[in-house]
């Protein structure tokens, strides 16, 4: 402690961060945890509105919010790399900012907007099944699938995963890569021993960055993937605005957050051993 | 053990053009220095030679093969970089190892050999540390061991002492020379700084501002008979006289502003040269003599007033204003054998030097 706060001055300027923090982050945890736990505030304590909830169907909810961010994050992660890549190491100086600007141009967009837009295109008689159709006899019904969920899902938080990994990849020293090629590496195993391992700083900011705002999302699902299932977000908000069940609407918060935060441990052992994993190739 | 020869390189980025029509002959198993000053292209031959980057046309002969087009991976060149790039996800022996890894040998023949390399470049208490967590040093060791370590034809060193401190660059100098004596590779060795250039290499190129070699020779051969202005000024420090010739009973003369005459001697393999012709002197503060006395038996002698003496520890510099306003730098030993006249500011002296050790250079 007494080297992070060494000068009073760094303290002083982390005033509104940590009242931001305290304010709208640990009291409002802490006010979930008590509702979980207890009866009135802060008084007798049970494991009651926890056993309620813990039960297979809510699990179901949580693994399906689970597999939307997991399926998310690793698409994210597969597509955007390459992009990220490309952008940092291959695109001239001149072009940077400009497709940099085109990336992020999604955020400016309100996400419902975004949402219609992609209904045009999936819808029975939108832009995708035209197209299609100038191919195939028979097109399909786009809306209201997995595909169109994940899709649009995919398409939102990219930008998430490419803007940490191009910030680390534009910052890479040119000449490991070039001291990589100069050992005698070809490019692929110049890829997997020198470029992805000195990213992987850059994979864990941007699949967690993906992972976690995914988790509670619940815009995209309901109204792109059909009303037939539920997802954490969607069953949180079921449980505060309409079944007005705090403690069990706490209760179900504090059990998807226990389950999340280990997955999430999963996840950044996975993703270490898979980079260091792939230094053999 | 292979040289290299580099004919025609020519490279330019957009309309800079970097090298032009550049002919180089690099001796097989030799350690080989180019110097020149920053931006002159000797960078950027190095990376040639490596193969990290292309010549726009031109070829590259390591032995007798072309190796213009051999993409760099299958060179057997290795480069040790100006800043090491040494790969901060390894440690000490990962980094060491790398290029044996890459070739699937077993481990326990990867040990075996980078234990070897090891202990030549003394890295053992440092084997599994993490390469940021070493000095400058111990990381330039790293970076050397990691390239021999392939046994490589050809070893590239990218000015290897510029992030080092002053005091470390001379034991590393001599370590560098015993390293080649001891393995017999090619060493090319780029740098900008004269005193790396004459320390350490067998041959020498000097390149000039734009990317032209000026002159090829031995470090002595380069220091006692620079053929250019450029190579003498950028070698050491010389005072350099211009005039124009003049001959009288078979010894040639520059006559400087009408006011100075000194006699010259002409290299043989110098271009003809006629009377009246512009032509400079370049002579080594160090071949010159300053006395109070007159002295006898010197090819020249001149007269001036002491404008300023600087003394240097092991030698004295003097600025001695000659008649026609050439300020000439002297640099006498300190050796003190016997007492000396006390020269002091605006004393008139008389300047000695043998006309043998003033040098006819090519504008």
């Known amino acids: 402690m007494k080297s992070l706060f060494k000068k009073e001055k760094n303290f002083f300027f982390m005033i509104p961060a940590l009242v931001w923090q305290v304010l709208f982050f640990i009291l409002p945890l802490i006010f979930v945890f008590q509702l979980a736990f207890f009866t009135k505030l802060f008084q007798n304590f049970t494991w009651d509105y926890i056993q309620q909830v813990c039960h297979f169907s809510h699990f179901i909810v949580i693994f399906r919010s689970l597999k939307l961010a997991s399926v998310t994050a690793v698409l994210c992660l597969l597509i955007g790399y390459p992009i990220a890549y490309f952008l940092a190491l291959c695109t001239d100086q001149r072009y940077k900012s400009l497709l940099l600007f085109l990336i992020t141009l999604p955020f400016l967009t309100n996400i419902l907007v975004q949402i219609y837009a992609w209904y045009f295109i999936l819808e029975k008689k939108g832009v995708l099944n035209k197209f299609l159709s100038l191919f195939l006899s028979d097109t399909g019904n786009w809306l209201n699938t997995s595909f169109a969920m994940y899709l649009v899902m995919f398409h939102i938080y990219l930008p998430f995963m490419i803007m940490p990994l191009y910030t680390i990849l534009e910052k890479m020293n040119v000449r490991l890569i070039e001291a990589s090629l100069d050992l005698g590496a070809s ?18 900011t941007g699949f967690f960055l ?45 059990l998807s957050i226990a389950v999340f935060v280990v997955s999430i441990m999963c996840y950044s052992e996975i993703l270490q051993r898979l980079v260091y994993r792939l230094q053999r190739i | 053990m ?54 726009d046309s031109g070829s590259i002969f390591l032995g007798d093969q072309d190796i213009t087009h051999v993409p760099v991976n299958k060179r057997s060149v290795n480069t040790v970089f100006q800043s090491y790039a040494l790969f901060p996800h390894l440690n000490v022996f ?10 699937a040998l077993s481990e326990d023949l990867i040990a075996q050999k980078v234990e070897k390399v090891v202990r030549m470049f003394h890295l053992e208490p440092l084997v599994y540390k993490r390469v940021t967590q070493l000095s400058g040093g111990q990381q330039q060791r790293v970076a050397i061991a990691r390239a021999v370590i392939n046994e490589p034809s050809v070893l590239l060193f990218d000015e290897p002492l510029a992030a080092l401190d002053l005091r470390f660059r001379e034991k590393v100098l001599l370590e560098l020379i015993e390293l080649q004596d001891h ?38 051969e380069i ?9 003498a000024n950028f070698v050491g420090t010389t005072n350099i006289i211009q005039g124009y010739l003049t001959q009288q009973d078979n010894q040639w003369y520059l006559d400087v502003d009408k006011m100075i005459c000194i006699a010259i001697k002409v290299p043989e393999d110098f271009d003809t040269i006629q009377t009246g012709d512009e032509a ?47 300020v000439l730098q002297v640099f006498e030993q300190n050796e003190q054998h016997f007492e000396k006249d006390k020269i002091d500011y605006d004393d ?8 043998e050790n003033a040098m006819l250079l090519k504008k």
Not at chain 2, 19 to 35: C, D, E, H, R, T
Not at chain 2, 223 to 228: L, M, T
Not at chain 2, 348 to 355: N, S
Request: hydrophobic letters at 40%; proline letters at 3%.
């Open chain 1, 187 to 204: 490019y692929l195993q110049t890829f997997f021993r020198a470029v992805l391992p000195l990213s992987l700083q850059g994979i864990k």
């Open chain 1, 210 to 254: 993906v992972y976690v705002t995914t988790f509670g999302e619940y815009v995209v699902p309901s109204l792109l993937g059909g009303q037939k299932h539920f997802f954490v977000g969607t069953l949180i908000s079921e449980y505060f605005f309409i079944g007005r069940d705090w403690h069990v609407g706490a209760a179900f918060t504090c």
């Open chain 2, 2 to 55: 292979k040289g290299i020869v580099l004919q025609g390189l020519t490279k330019s980025y957009g309309s800079d053009v970097i090298l032009n029509n550049l002919n180089l002959k690099i001796p097989g198993g030799k350690f080989f220095a180019l110097l020149g000053p920053s931006g002159c292209g000797k960078t950027t031959i190095l990376r040639m030679i490596a193969g990290l980057e292309n010549p």
């Open chain 2, 94 to 103: 990962e980094n060491i190892a790398y290029s044996l890894r890459l070739k």
């Open chain 2, 183 to 220: 393995l017999g590779t090619t060493f090319v060795y780029i740098t900008h700084d004269q005193t790396e250039a004459l320390t350490v290499a067998d041959q020498m190129a000097i390149m000039n501002q734009h990317g032209k070699i000026d002159q090829v020779g031995t470090p002595q």
């Open chain 2, 223 to 231: 220091y006692e008979h620079p053929k250019s202005v450029f190579v």
């Open chain 2, 280 to 326: 400079c002197l370049g002579i080594r503060p160090e071949k010159i003599q300053v006395s109070k006395k007159i002295l006898e038996g010197f090819s020249n002698s001149l007269t001036g007033v002491v404008q300023a003496i600087v003394y240097q520890g092991r030698f004295t510099q003097y600025s001695i204003r000659l008649q026609n306003g050439y």
């Open chain 2, 348 to 355: 008139h002296v008389y300047v000695y030097w043998q006309k």
